[in-house]
């Protein structure tokens, strides 16, 4: 039997890989449709049309390229249609992110920014459905949808939604901290989900397989009294699970195969005898696929190493990428090497360029270490603005926050007094060596091999106001140890911005994840070592989380 085909609206502003990895994985052929006239001439049984980064720039686009007359035409046809992300917000009449910009215009309200003062924004993680009686195509109060996103259609007063529902929509809502807002919604054959179904495990493909077979309502799981108590959200966290990453450090190894390594302290060498390898934990697609089987909630691919004299298309990590993506359903960051570059035939490429390659390949975020470091000072040497040029801003520009991670390598220097340095400093309660509790973060730069004058106080400042979406906080000190993480780095981190925090380097057991859940502010805990060497899986953490009353994201049961 032929496979159907599904069409995908392409405006050219975002990765739609990962979407169309769902879809074929359901067992559709997927055809983008990048004009009004294609969309007019091919008649299409199923549209989606999925968005990312900023509302009035889709819009806008979409606008221009002819296509707001044909998605009516198709609207009235009948056939069905389904937004996602931005591709929901379109469906509204405008954004206040984008004042001069008009969405489609179906439903007459204007989606806001969340409020930051009482909450990490953007929201970034998993969070639920709220139980209801007119839930659709699946969605499921018990499961967990990845959301990305720092404007929603807020439900401000019932008023709003009472019209809406009037008017004959049905409404999934989420709680985002003191913030409900419209997670879902359908009228006849419009669906729009805000979260990324594409991007939300087993639950996210039950969500797009229904609306592709057309299956509106469907009987829920059923669910023992122990699951349903263990799963029911009980918003402790703004809403959100607590997130666990996998990590994998990918280079060459000394044979010129791309491995899975991972170092004490940053050095990745083998220390025993005359074997000085590099370490070699696996191939970085069987081990993403592994994690993401376990129940990871996101997957880093970091590329400690740059693969020299090779021509940036032909990067290996755009492969790993690309395989990864096919299979893995839930959000891939990948970092190393997002700067500027000079390809082997001399050809300038931008970052925004390099950055380009990777989403297109199917990463949804990208993360910056040593070039965020660079843009921080020259930030701050600009008086405290940025100039446009740096990756963190054109990226985020084209990208949206959400994209642009920064990976941050800092190492602890103590110093007699604050007044010793420029940068933050706290009292720690861990007195060094000669006694002194005053201390600062020192960034690094080049995988740590070299030590610059900033902060990471001052670096998250800086690269948050450029326009960074979250925070990847390694720390050397800690790297690899297996004892736990650096709890007074993290909070320091959370302290100098609004922007989450993903806490890295020292996981070695089930407890320090827990550790720095209930002693820090950390947004996101990631672990490497201990899951590569088999220690633990992703699930025993999660499991451990669970029976110690955490919300986590349980996809399988
Ligand atoms: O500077 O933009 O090219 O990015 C280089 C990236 O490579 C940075 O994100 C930097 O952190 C990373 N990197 C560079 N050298 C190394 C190295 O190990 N020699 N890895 C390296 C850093 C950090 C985590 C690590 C955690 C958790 N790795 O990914 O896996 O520390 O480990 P653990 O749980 O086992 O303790 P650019």
Redesign the pocket.
Known sequence: MSKQTVHVIDVESGNLQSLTNAIDYLGYNVELIKTASQLDKCQPERLILPGVGNYGHFVDNLFSRGFEPSIHKYIQSGKPIMGICVGLQAMFKGSVESPTSTGLNYLNMTLSKFNDTSKPVPEIGWNSIIPSDSLFYGLDPLKRYYFVHSFAAILKDKSVENDLIEQGWQIAKTKYGDETFIAAITKDNIFATQFHPEKSGVAGLTIIDNFLKQKKSVALPHYSDEEQKQLTNDYTNYGLTRRIIA?L?VRTNDQGDLVVT??DQ???REKDGNKNDVRNLGKPVELAQRYYEQGADEV?F???TSFRDCPLKDTPMLEVLRLAAKTVFVPLTV?????DIIDVDGTKVPALEVASLYFRSGADKV??????VYAAENYYANGNKGDGSSPIETISKAYGAQAVVI?V?PKRVYVNNPSDTKNKTFQSIFPDSQGRTWCWYQCT????RESRDLGVWELIQACEALGAGEI?L??ID?????SGYDLELIEQAKSAGKIPVIA????GKPTHFEEAFNETRADAC?????FHRGEYTVNDVKEYLLNHNFKVRMDRI
Do not use: P, Q, R
Request: aromatic letters at 2%; charged letters at 20%.
């Open positions: 990590c450090d991972k170092g940053y050095d990745v880093t970091l590329n400690i970092g190393g090497g997002i700067k993360s910056i270490g040593t070039d965020a990976s390598d730069i080049k995988g740590g990847l390694n720390c800690k790297d690899g140890s297996n890295s380097s020292g996981a990631l672990g490497a070592g201990m």
